[in-house]
């Protein structure tokens, strides 16, 4: 049974899609000692919200499908069929768990080329912004001035992390990326220099990924068709189908923030005229 | 006449030798007391010409201060540096060199004044390597001798900020042939 790489696939690319629905307004990160740095005009945020509103689509399209498989695995598992070769009954839940799968994975590859299209725009708009602004118009000692910010504020704890962390409902993050970004317009907690490049690179990796899923959904397609002539479960399904369900509706504990501790704002630190 | 220009010449020799023993001595004896009074040292015999031993006085002094860790210590590195560089033992590019590097948040190592890509990608593997080098230096400077745990986190988070933004950089850059 090879579905494992394929669904191993679908789960990355699960992890990767809540960064690309970031936020639905335009931001631009301060730079302290140079000109404005724009990284998120309108046209890089019309597609994020497109690519983002697929990745809800996807969210709501697979969540009844999840659904179903989770209530035929926990039949499955109290009709003590694991091991239980012959019995009718058992290869009848079986047969029904692959073809539920089987539908999990159809319904990925139908949103799969919409998707595609909207990532890869993403990642080409964001690539144009942080070449333009970032590589060209910024020096290193900007970059380094506007990763700093003139004085940072103290962080909420409860910030949502970046780069793939599992634990919350999708669209939950999305929400919580929404108010990441927000903040912003009251002054920086992180640069959007970081926001932007975690991004792009979980872009570059979702777009790798779907193109993967895409080859490996005919082929784990057409196993599992195999399979229900055999009526065959495998553990690697119901693992597979668990982890998805973790990703999509966060039933594990939340990351840890990537930031480190903040900067508490309090009594006047001492400035040497040799500062930069 | 020779003979007596001979013996004036030993002594002199010898007078002389015993004058560079007794100043590499003096330069080289270790700094004592606290961070002040370690400074205080340091300035006189910098006064006294024993300027070649600056970069082992700021080392010495980092140790005391590590010894004796305070908030105030920056300030006092700094009016240190800048005195050297008054008195033109060091130019103003290797005080400000020195004490950011040591008691500054940010690094040294990322500067320039041309844009990202054309200066930091190229060699954007250095640059890392160097502001990980610079990193264990503020560990010592903000950190242990001036117990700033803030600051030096700080300076931790914005390295990893910087390559982060630095690997999307690059390679947008590289994806728009620079």
């Known amino acids: 049974m090879q579905l494992r790489p394929s669904l191993d696939s679908l789960q990355r690319l699960l992890i990767a899609l809540p960064l690309i629905a970031l936020t639905t307004t335009s931001f631009a990160a301060p730079n302290s000692s140079g000109p404005v740095v724009r990284l998120f005009p309108t046209t890089v945020l019309e597609d994020i919200r497109e690519t983002g509103q697929v990745a809800a689509d996807m969210e709501n399209n697979l969540q009844e499908v999840i659904h179903r498989l989770d209530l035929q695995q926990q ?31 159809n319904a990925m590859s139908d949103r799969l080329p919409e998707m ?6 993403t990642r080409a708009s964001l690539e144009k912004r942080l070449r333009e602004e970032l590589g060209q118009r910024t020096t290193p000692t900007s970059l380094q ?40 317009r009251d002054g920086p907690g992180q640069s959007l220099a970081v926001v932007a ?25 057409l196993m599992e068709q195999l399979n229900q002539s055999f ?46 | ?64 201060a590590e010894n004796n860790p305070d908030p105030a210590n920056p300030m006092l590195f700094s009016d240190f540096l800048m005195g050297a560089q ?40 250095q640059v890392m390597s160097d502001m990980r080098a610079e990193l264990h230096d503020k560990e010592m400077g903000l950190l242990r001798a001036s117990a700033d745990p803030q600051s030096f986190y700080r300076a ?12 999307a950089t690059c390679r947008a850059c590289d994806a728009g042939g620079r």
Do not use: W
């Open chain 1, 75 to 105: 039949l499955y598992t109290e009709s003590l069929c694991q091991g239980a070769d012959g019995d009718q009954g058992c290869d009848r839940i079986a047969k029904q768990l692959g073809a539920t799968y089987l539908e999990m994975l």
């Open chain 1, 116 to 121: 595609e299209h909207a990532v890869n725009s």
């Open chain 1, 145 to 184: 001035n506007a990763l700093l910010g003139e004085a940072t504020p103290a962080v909420k704890q409860d910030k949502p992390a970046l780069r793939g962390r599992s634990g919350v409902r999708l669209s939950d993050r999305f929400k919580q990326y929404y108010e990441l970004v927000a903040t912003h």
């Open chain 1, 197 to 221: 490049a975690d991004i792009y690179l979980d872009m570059e990796e979702a777009s790798a990924l779907i193109a993967a899923t895409q080859q490996e959904i005919a082929r784990a397609s």
């Open chain 1, 231 to 276: 009526g065959m479960i495998t553990p690697e399904m119901a693992a597979v189908v668990g982890g998805v369900k973790e990703i999509l509706f966060g039933e594990s504990a939340g990351g840890a923030p990537i930031a480190s501790p903040p900067y508490v704002i309090g009594e006047t630190p001492f400035v040497s005229p040799l500062a930069m």
């Open chain 2, 1 to 64: 006449m020779i003979r007596s220009f001979a013996a004036a010449l030993t002594i002199a020799l010898a007078l002389s030798a015993c004058t560079t023993t007794e100043n590499t001595s003096y330069c080289a004896a270790p700094l004592t007391g606290n961070l002040e009074s370690a400074i205080r040292g340091a300035e006189s015999r910098l006064a006294d010409g024993c300027t070649y031993h600056f970069d082992s006085y700021f080392q010495s002094l980092l140790s005391t």
């Open chain 2, 86 to 125: 008054d008195r033109g033992i060091i130019s103003q590019r290797q005080a400000q060199s020195l004490y950011n590097r040591y008691f500054n948040v940010k690094f040294v190592s990322l500067q320039g004044d041309y844009n990202t890509c054309s200066q930091t990608c190229p060699v954007r593997d």
């Open chain 2, 156 to 167: 931790d988070n914005l390295l990893k900020e910087t390559e982060l933004v630095l690997e």
